[in-house]
């Protein structure tokens, strides 16, 4: 009988290779056996569940069932799997449940009724919970793995409650020895899977804050986070975070303690107040437990599932939810005591994790403690990279102390690394008002003008920056001055005032220079380099300044800095591919060390699609873009980061050809507050060329064009773009010049440039003038290979329009293999093009050469070749013009493989 386990998701979340692993298994028409592991809850019967509904039609689908405490009742699974099913022999069933007959006239009489209810048709067998399962029902399930026909046998069961006395020990061990076994192990679920899962239960994006925390509280068991969500109508996550546990579930899961001896329950209880890390000593000290009693209570409760050793002396709670509930019987004063006892001893002992101590100085209503730890923890986990706890901490801090300055300038660069812009926002502007030092009122206006950029909020970056030069006005010359003045230039940076940005860098760095002050140095040279390395003509300089800051900012621990330079080069002039892959996990790195999410996931991921872009790989540009928008498509965020691969990803999808997609894209793009002006008319007006859509795309040229004229920069990739998609479209040549003023201007790299001035060119017919600017750039460094295939094949056009056939070729098999890993409009140009020259298709299989390729009428002109005619007496001869005749010659010479009349006479007379 198939049970439903139904989750609160209507969407499986997280096992797709799984499942087509499986489905691959089912289809495949062999017998094939397949084990699913895993904890309880992880989802093991909704992946079954998933797969039968995808079988195909005609096969026959048997799940059983063990039940604990089974083992008593043999073929228990079986029977379970054929319960309610009246095709099933009476007689047979009997015999099978017959205590008198033998085990083995009984295990021949299972086989008998899966053989009439299955006979050679496709079958999934499921037996589920083997580790409950009796001995009989393993032995079946051997002998079905033996038998022949289209079938596929699957068992599941939970590694953690194996033993070498259960029947299933002894069966996995023979599977092992006599079949080819398939092991699926499901795991918790990541971060961003549950954050998906959360967002497919309430049928939108999940707040951060509340997927972190719920991630964190169940450990990313999907049973626990679908039983959380049922216990809360509506599903507010918000709300979810510190709801009590629901009675049903806190009930299951104290089953796992509720029969231990009084000792053992006592030091249970003691490890539930001391937090995720059970440290040995502190649990021995707390509950005055001797060593070898304490490890024998242990080591049951790790047998037991409900501790793991996470580390050297050092164990946790399998699930954090365990915790929860046995803490939830306890009394309020018997924690505040384990509290208090746990407290001494870490003061006692110094060196003292600062987040322990917090934690366990607020149980104990030690507050005074409990904000010196945060204070102190705040700033420690900031720098080691763990800015989500530096920010819990800092907000235990700020409970109490709701207007400390160091507490909210921790919270807020905190909660910038985390990704949480609003949180970051609303600590830094407390942080600046509360603020008494300079340094750290320049400190927080840095911080806020970063806030206010991404979260694309130009009046209030405006408006900071006319604060922050008030601050400088009313400063002395100092750290505090100096470091309003990076802020003054990462303002001008952002919004790509170069000249201001340099000024105010360079202030900086003299002030740097003279006080000393080592921080506000790297800070200004970061500025400096960014603003240099935005623009053609100053770029290397602007590489030169970053690369050297990289490594002091490493070797001085400032790895948000570090990250951030790695950040620029990466998106700058493109160095060798080998140096990109390398800048990149370098930016990796350093971002993950300072805790910094958008640049360790986000950035990240656009930087391996730019490198696969490097290799010419649009498909694996695509998959790498793909993979980083799934890990934060389900969180709700805003700014510059909502949607941080949508835009890029769109670009791609229109170079595969992929509109539907593209259209999706824009929907969703549109959707979110604050996207540049650019953006959506720039992505229609491509997609409806695309489409051969003129009204529209005329509509959103005209909306691009006035968004363009508040944009003070311009991209020569853009440009490109969106010049080749009104070529597809037909637009007329002067609409194409007025498009090419808009879109370039003096700034623009100088291959891109050429580029689209040799595309308008093309366009107006001037054939010769675009060949010179297309043969200029065909080894231009910041054209991606795709672009250069796209720059030979606009040569190859113009040539044949010259009639240099041969010239157009060799340009044609340049761009093949420029545009082997491409598709879409830059490949299907080159197909037209390698087809007006005859040749065959990329894919094509290996053509005939030698005589054999030639036509009738070329093996005709090849004869008379070989008798010495020239091209005019060819055409006499067979009444054809020269031109033609000459087209005949030169597909023979192409075909025969030859350079010469003499050499073709030479192969027809053999």
Known sequence: MRTNRGGASPVMIGRAGELRRLAQLAKSREPAVAIIAGEPGIGKTRLVQELIDIVPAGTIVLVGQAEPGSLARPYEVLLDAIDGRPEVDGARLAALSDAERSPVERLHTGLAILADLIGGSPAVIVFEDLHWADSESAALFERIADQPGPRLLIGTYRPDEVTRRQPVAGLLAQLERRHAVTHVRLDRLSPAQTAALLAAAIGGPAPLRAATALHQRTGGNPFFLEELLRA??????????????????????????????????????????????????????VTGTGEDELIAVLRTLVTRGVLVESGEDEFAFRHALVREAIAGQMLGRQRRRL????????????????????????????????????????????????????????EMGLDEVPEDPE???????????????????????????????????????????????????????????????????????????????????????????????????????????????????????????????????????????????????????????????????????????????EILERMRVNAERAGFESLAVAAYFQGRARLALRAGDLGAAVAALQE??????????????????????????????ELDQVE???????????????????????????????????????????????????????????????????????????????????????????????????????????????????????????VRGTVRVGAARCLLAADRRAEAQEQIEAAAALLAAWRGWRVEQFDRVRAQLGMAPVDAPPAVTGPAALTPREREVAVLISDGLTNTELAQRLYISPKTAAVHVSNILRKLGVSSRTEVGELVGR
């Open 232 to 285: 809360l109508p509506g599903y507010d996550l918000e709300a979810l975070v510190d709801q009590p546990l629901p009675w049903s579930l806190a009930d299951v899961l104290r089953r796992q303690v509720e029969d231990l001896d009084p000792v053992s329950h006592r030091i249970v209880e003691a490890a539930t107040v001391l937090g995720h890390r059970i440290l040995f000593d502190l649990l021995a000290d």
């Open 339 to 394: 509290h208090e006892a746990a407290l001494d001893v870490l003061l006692r002992g110094g060196g003292s994790d600062p987040a322990m101590v917090a934690h366990h100085a607020r149980g104990a209503g030690r507050y005074e403690d409990m904000i010196a730890a945060a204070r102190h923890g705040a700033a420690l986990y900031l720098s080691i990279g763990s800015a989500y706890q530096a920010l819990q901490l800092a």
């Open 407 to 581: 507490l909210l300038g921790a919270a807020a660069r905190a909660a910038w690394l985390a990704g949480l812009l609003d949180d970051a926002l609303r600590y830094g502007r407390r942080w600046r008002e509360r603020a008494g030092d300079p340094s750290d009122q320049a400190e927080a206006l840095y911080l806020l003008v970063r806030l206010a950029w991404e979260s694309r909020e130009a009046a209030e970056v405006r408006a900071l920056t006319a604060d922050i030069e008030n601050l400088i006005a009313q400063l002395p010359p100092g750290a505090g001055q100096a470091r309003a003045m990076t802020a003054i230039a990462q303002s001008a940076y952002l919004y790509d005032d170069t000249d201001t940005a340099l000024l105010w860098a360079d202030r900086a760095l003299a002030l740097a220079d003279e006080f000393d002050l080592p921080s506000v140095r790297l800070t200004a040279l970061l500025e400096k380099g960014s603003a240099l390395a935005d623009w053609p003509q100053t770029a290397a300089a602007g590489g030169k300044i970053l690369s050297a800051l990289v490594h002091e900012a490493e070797q001085a621990g400032e790895w948000v800095l570090a990250a951030r330079a790695l950040n620029v080069l990466v998106h700058g002039e493109p160095p060798s591919p080998a140096e990109h892959a």
């Open 628 to 657: 980083g928008r799934a890990q934060d498509r389900s969180l709700r965020r805003r700014g510059r980061w909502a949607d941080y691969h949508g835009v890029f990803l769109a670009g791609l999808s229109l170079e595969a050809g």
């Open 664 to 786: 999706q894209l824009i929907t969703d793009l549109a959707a979110l507050p604050n996207n540049p002006p650019t953006v959506i008319p720039g992505l229609t007006f491509h997609l409806a060329c695309r489409r051969h859509d003129r009204p529209r795309a005329e509509a959103a040229l005209g909306e691009l064009v006035t968004a363009l004229e508040g944009q003070t920069w311009r991209s020569g990739e853009q440009a490109h773009d969106l010049i080749s998609a009104a070529l597809e479209l037909g637009l007329p040549a002067g609409d194409l010049d007025r498009m090419a003023a808009v879109l370039l201007d003096s700034e623009v790299w100088d291959a891109h440039r050429v580029l689209v001035e040799a595309q308008v060119a093309e366009a107006h017919g001037r054939h010769a003038e675009a060949l010179t600017g297309y043969l200029s750039i065909t080894e231009a460094n910041p054209l991606g290979p795709a």
